[in-house]
């Protein structure tokens, strides 16, 4: 069964860095072609994907925020970390991690809402 | 940057079957997903790949990709069904993946 769970602060202050894990079970993300990727929906907007990373290191980040976001994985603790640098009231958002299937996203977290404020 | 325009809302009475669009140019030569959000929830994937339906998720559910529209269509709506529903491609010659701006769904 494919679990994934996103822990990190609730509340951060701006300027702050926000640092979210992913923690998941079901697969392994050294295994050939298995993606995961971070999306957030800010409240009342759309979805909006950040980040993905891949089971060979490969990163991808959203254009308009690559020089804020940073991914990474710890394959021994079946964890995907995400850290979001100078954060600002607008990155208030719920934080979702997400499996990838093909192109798509398969298995989502329960997300976890970030409020930025200070 | 690539656009997925996506009407903001949908209404269908119970039984009737409800039509989500997402544009975008030349769409249907890209594989195009969809997932349900409701409140409280995490988003379902509900079509992947533009027809293809994930286990679980009834047969009501379909998709189809032509053009510059693709569509999923919810036949004998059900009150279950309301929900915001967002399209999702990859762009390749970006690779950024893409949403739609989201459809509620209403069942009147």
């Known amino acids: 069964q494919v679990t994934l769970r996103e822990s990190g602060p609730a509340l951060v202050k701006p300027t702050q860095t926000l640092t979210l894990t992913c923690s998941f079970s079901?697969?392994?993300?050294?295994?050939?072609?298995?993606?995961v990727s971070w999306i957030r929906q800010p409240p009342g907007k759309a979805l909006e994907w950040l980040a993905r990373?891949?089971?060979?290191?490969?990163?991808y980040y959203n254009t308009s925020l690559k020089t804020r976001l940073s991914i990474s994985k710890d394959t021994s603790k079946n964890q995907v970390v995400l850290t979001m640098t100078n954060m600002d009231p607008v990155d208030t958002a719920t934080y979702y991690c997400?499996?990838?299937?093909?192109?798509?996203?398969?298995?989502w977290g329960q997300g976890t809402l970030v409020t930025v404020s200070s | 940057s690539y656009v997925l325009a996506q009407p903001p809302s949908v209404s269908v009475a119970p039984g009737q079957t409800a039509r989500i669009t997402c544009g975008g140019y030349n769409i249907g030569e890209k594989s195009v997903h969809w997932y349900q959000l409701r409140p409280g929830r995490p988003p379902v994937l509900v079509m992947y790949d533009d027809r293809d339906r994930p286990s679980g998720i009834p047969e009501r559910f379909s998709g189809s990709n032509s053009g510059n529209t693709a569509t999923l269509t919810i036949t004998r709506v059900e009150a279950g069904d309301e929900a915001d529903y967002y399209c999702q491609l990859w762009e390749s010659n970006s690779d950024q993946w893409m949403f739609g701006g989201g459809t509620r769904l209403t069942v009147v």
């Open positions: 997400a499996r990838m299937r093909g192109s798509g996203f398969d298995y």
């Open positions: 990373i891949d089971w060979d290191d490969d990163k």
């Open positions: 079901g697969f392994s993300i050294r295994s050939r072609g298995i993606y």
